[in-house]
């Protein structure tokens, strides 16, 4: 179920890289896809650019839609009424 999250990274890095080339005036709020694992999800997020950096920079943290969250293989570390972040937990050994 987790396989469509890099594609999904992917993808809205290359939203923002696009959206910086318009210039300084175009850097509000992102509007990202979903980084849940759901493969029918085509949900769109509406983000800070500052939480987003914070989420890329840790290769484990995903941002979904509240009530996109997989408890069972995630953790909430923070959210807001637009979206979720969420960790992965380590797979058992």
Not at 42 to 58: G, I, M, Q
Request: net charge negative; glycine share 6%; with cysteine.
């Amino acid at each position: 179920m987790t396989q469509k999250r890099p594609l999904f990274r992917e993808v809205n890095e290359r939203i923002r890289q696009v959206k910086f080339s318009f210039g300084p005036e175009s850097r509000g709020n992102e509007i990202l896809l979903c980084e849940c694992g759901r493969p029918d999800c085509d949900v769109r997020l509406e983000v800070p650019p500052d939480v987003y950096d914070v989420v890329r920079s840790e290769g484990h943290r995903y941002i979904v839609a509240p009530g996109h969250e997989e408890p069972e293989a995630e953790e909430v570390v923070a959210g807001a009424p637009t979206y979720v972040v969420v960790a992965m937990r380590p797979e058992p050994a």
